[in-house]
Every structure is written in C-alpha cells, then in structure tokens.
C-alpha cells in the first residue's frame, strides 16, 4: 500500500486492495474516494468490493469514479466537497494516485498560487507540471491566483 500525502487531510494511492481497509483505517484516515472506475478492474477491486471492506474497517466511503473525460468542474467540485466535509483525513485512490491528485489540483486552482499546487503535488510524488497552462486558465476563469 502506497499511501501519498498531499495535505494533511487528503492523501492519495494507487488501487488499493479490500484487505487494505483496516491499516487504512489504523493510519487515520476516515473516508475512502474511489475514483477509479469499475471498467478498469476486476470485480474483486470495483466499487461494490472496496466499499463493503472499507465500511466493515469504519471507513466512510464515496464513489466518484474519474476519467479523462469525467474530469468535469461539477465532478472537481464534488470532489472537493467530499475531502472538506469529510470528519477527517481522506485517502482517494484510482491506478496509479495520478487521478486523485490532479482533481486535487484542479479543486485548488483559483484559491492557491499555481506554483504552490505544483509544489504541493510534487512534494506528494506527482511532477504535474504540465497542468500549469490549464491551471492558470482555471484561475483566470474563476478571477482568482
């Protein structure tokens, strides 16, 4: 398990195991965000699978599953409401932790600097550099940094 700390409360991972839940759950953290749609994994690591262990763990758990193409404003926001109303830590996973942290970046774009998201992200393991152009472009649109 390669749990990945972007904030203090928002970590990321790549697909986790059903069997992971308990540790996860020891490490503090409250919530589970898949974001890893069924479609990429064999029915023992979909959603139903993951949700069912994280529950019987105490975890809350949520499903926004993300792709390229459902990397949509209302599915960035949703997600960051999901970390915020969270009643504490949360880890979202998908393949790799790419996912989870780049709708991470987005949720950010607009209320931080851009070359502190970067930073943020890449302190965490992911070189998301080349994010910059749409995240400024997120920030211009919302009139923020």
Same mark, same amino acid.
């Given at each position: 398990?390669?749990?990945?700390?972007?904030?203090?409360?928002?970590?990321?991972?790549?697909?986790?195991?059903?069997?992971?839940?308990?540790?996860?759950?020891?490490?503090?953290?409250?919530?589970?965000?898949?974001?890893?749609?069924?479609?990429?994994?064999?029915?023992?690591?979909?959603? *139903?699978?993951?949700?069912?262990? %994280? !529950? $019987?763990? #105490?975890?809350?758990?949520?499903? =926004?599953?993300? +792709?390229?193409? @459902?990397?949509?404003?209302?599915?960035?926001?949703?997600?960051?409401?999901?970390?915020?109303?969270?009643?504490?830590?949360?880890?979202?996973?998908?393949?790799?932790?790419?996912?989870?942290?780049?709708?991470?970046?987005?949720?950010?774009?607009?209320?931080?600097?851009? *070359?502190?998201?970067?930073?943020? %992200? !890449? $302190?965490? #393991?992911?070189?998301?550099?080349? =994010?910059?152009? +749409?995240?400024? @472009?997120?920030?211009?649109?919302?009139?923020?940094?």
């Amino acid at each position: 398990m390669d749990i990945r700390q972007i904030t203090p409360t928002y970590f990321v991972a790549p697909q986790l195991d059903p069997a992971d839940m308990p540790d996860v759950a020891a490490a503090g953290i409250t919530t589970i965000i898949c974001n890893r749609p069924d479609e990429e994994v064999p029915p023992p690591f979909q959603a *139903d699978a993951m949700e069912d262990a %994280a !529950r $019987a763990a #105490g975890l809350g758990f949520v499903r =926004l599953p993300l +792709t390229h193409q @459902a990397m949509t404003p209302p599915n960035v926001a949703a997600q960051k409401e999901h970390a915020t109303l969270a009643d504490g830590p949360v880890l979202a996973y998908c393949a790799s932790g790419t996912r989870s942290t780049v709708v991470w970046c987005f949720g950010q774009a607009g209320e931080m600097a851009t *070359d502190d998201i970067l930073a943020t %992200a !890449r $302190a965490g #393991g992911y070189d998301l550099e080349n =994010l910059r152009p +749409t995240l400024e @472009a997120i920030a211009q649109a919302k009139g923020g940094a």
